[in-house]
Every structure is written in structure tokens, then in C-alpha cells.
């Protein structure tokens, strides 16, 4: 049994201003109170096990610092849609440029977005990274922070779910880079646009900007190259890429693309001729992976 501790401590008043009579009378109906029906402890219900009680809903709100919107549309089901986004996209072109949340909510996905302002996805800032991009959420902040948080409040982008990365632009380099990091919970990984090879990008402004120059650091270019990576096997990849994207070169896919088959890793690589880097690809290729 618990330590009883005195109902009256704490107060400023002394207890012998107290008239005896009311306090044996206030101390017998506290005995009775607290000693005569014992406490039960309230059980702890993870918020996975309540899923069924759940209606649909769609909320947005800040988690540190960074705006995320979670879109339930089958409170009961598995199936799991991130979307990550482009270099300081704003959270609204999912909706605004796409079908995507039309789809999701048509397939019965949930969808988590979050707006990861001018992440790259990485896995650290270092001494080079810019002072004004060392604030920026990376890749663990997104695997080991906000996907924990989402399956224990949501119940959503659990391991044993169906769960699907999409991401363009630098959010492919991202799609793909949760896949590797977060093993286990990815089971398919669209990439639309996605940069991947650092080492053969030692120009890129945004690279240089987070690692510092290649020729100074050059083992965090090699850490950071997703060319390098080993992907779980099982894991389900689509890599898009427009032939003629000015952004980011499909050099970018091609270089993915032969280092997972070269792997013995199966890898959807579709080549868009004429198609650059935008939403009029994108678009239409969110479609075709929600609905195929």
C-alpha cells in the first residue's frame, strides 16, 4: 500500500489553528476515503488499439518547427502513403498540383505530408553546413522522431502495414533514403525526379551548402551518396525521371537505377522523353502509382 501523506501539508495555515474536533472528523472521512476503497491504476491504451474507434479526419499542425498534415481516410486499414517533398515546397502543392489526396481517400490510404522546408534529406549537419540550413530537419529527424510519434498518436506507418514513400524531386532522394535508414517499415518507394549521386555532383549548390566541398570532405560525400546504399531486399522501387530535366540531370536516375540492378535489386527505371522537372510529370505519374 501507498505511503499515506498528510491531506493538510503544504497549507500556509498552521494545523493547530485547526479545532480538534473538525480535524478528527476531516482525518476519519480522509481515512475512509483513501484507505477504504484502493486505488485501481488506470491501463495505458496505445493509440494503435483504438484505431477502430477512429473516424476519418485530415489535421495539420507544427512539429517542431516543421508543418505536417495526416489525412485518415480508413481509420482500420494498412495502408500508408508519405509524401515527401521537393527543396522548400510548400505542404499545399500536394493538393494544389496533384490528385493525390483524391486518389488516396478513393484507394482508402492514409497520408502523412510533412513540409520539410529546405531539408535534403540527410543524415547530419557537419561543420560546413551553411548556418542558415543547420536548423533544417534531416533524415533522422523524419525516421526516429516524427514516424514514431505518428504510429503511437495515429497508429499509421506501422512495420507490419503497407506503407508507400513518394517523393520528388529532392523528396525521391529522401523516399529513397528513408528505405535504407528505416528498414523494415518501407515497402514500396516511388521516386519522381529524385538526386542521389553526390560524389558525381561535386558542383551541386545544395550539396556544397550541407557537406561543405567535396574535395575537403570527402568521406561525408561518400556517407551521403545513396548510390552507395544498400537497400533491404523486398523493398518495391520506382525511379521516374524526365529525359529532359534541367534540375536535376537523370543522370542522377540512371546511376541509381544500375547500382540497385547491379545489386540483383529489381528497380522500375522510367525514362520520360521530352518531360522536364515539374508537376506535369509528376502528376501524372502520382496517378498511375496510386491506381496500378
Not at 516543421?66 to 481509420?75: G, L, T, Y
Request: charged share 20%; with cysteine.
Amino acid at each position: 500500500m501507498s505511503p499515506i501523506h498528510h491531506p493538510i501539508q503544504g497549507f500556509s495555515r498552521p494545523i493547530h489553528h485547526v479545532r480538534p474536533e473538525i480535524l478528527a472528523c476531516c482525518l476519519v472521512i480522509w481515512v475512509f476515503i483513501g484507505c477504504g476503497v484502493p486505488s485501481q491504476p488506470q491501463a495505458e491504451i496505445p493509440a494503435a488499439a483504438s484505431r477502430e474507434s477512429l473516424t476519418t479526419f485530415d489535421s495539420t499542425w507544427s512539429e517542431s518547427g516543421v508543418m505536417v498534415r495526416v489525412v485518415v481516410n480508413d481509420p482500420g486499414g494498412k495502408q500508408d502513403l508519405l509524401l515527401l517533398p521537393g527543396w522548400n515546397f510548400p505542404i499545399r502543392h500536394w493538393e494544389d498540383s496533384t490528385r493525390v489526396l483524391e486518389l488516396a481517400a478513393q484507394g482508402g490510404w492514409n497520408v502523412v505530408m510533412p513540409e520539410m522546408k529546405k531539408s535534403i534529406y540527410h543524415l547530419q549537419t557537419y561543420p560546413d553546413t551553411r548556418k542558415d540550413w543547420r536548423s533544417e530537419k534531416g533524415l533522422p529527424w523524419l525516421a526516429d522522431t516524427l514516424i514514431p510519434k505518428l504510429q503511437l498518436e495515429f497508429g499509421i506507418l506501422l512495420p507490419e502495414h503497407r506503407v508507400k514513400v513518394m517523393g520528388l524531386s529532392t523528396g525521391g532522394r529522401g523516399a529513397v533514403a528513408l528505405a535504407v535508414y528505416k528498414r523494415g517499415l518501407v515497402g514500396e518507394v516511388v521516386s519522381l525526379s529524385g538526386d542521389f549521386s553526390t560524389l558525381q555532383f561535386p558542383n551541386d549548390n545544395l550539396y556544397r551548402g550541407y557537406f561543405g566541398e567535396l574535395r575537403d570532405h570527402e568521406d561525408i560525400w561518400q556517407a551521403e551518396d545513396l548510390c552507395l546504399a544498400s537497400l533491404p531486399s523486398g523493398v518495391k522501387v520506382l525511379l521516374v525521371h524526365g529525359e529532359e530535366d534541367d534540375v536535376v540531370p537523370i543522370l542522377h536516375s540512371e546511376l541509381l537505377s544500375k547500382s540497385l540492378t547491379d545489386r540483383k535489386h529489381p528497380c522500375g527505371f522510367k525514362r520520360i522523353p521530352g518531360a522536364g522537372h515539374s508537376y506535369a510529370l509528376w502528376a501524372a505519374w502520382i496517378d498511375s502509382a496510386l491506381t496500378r
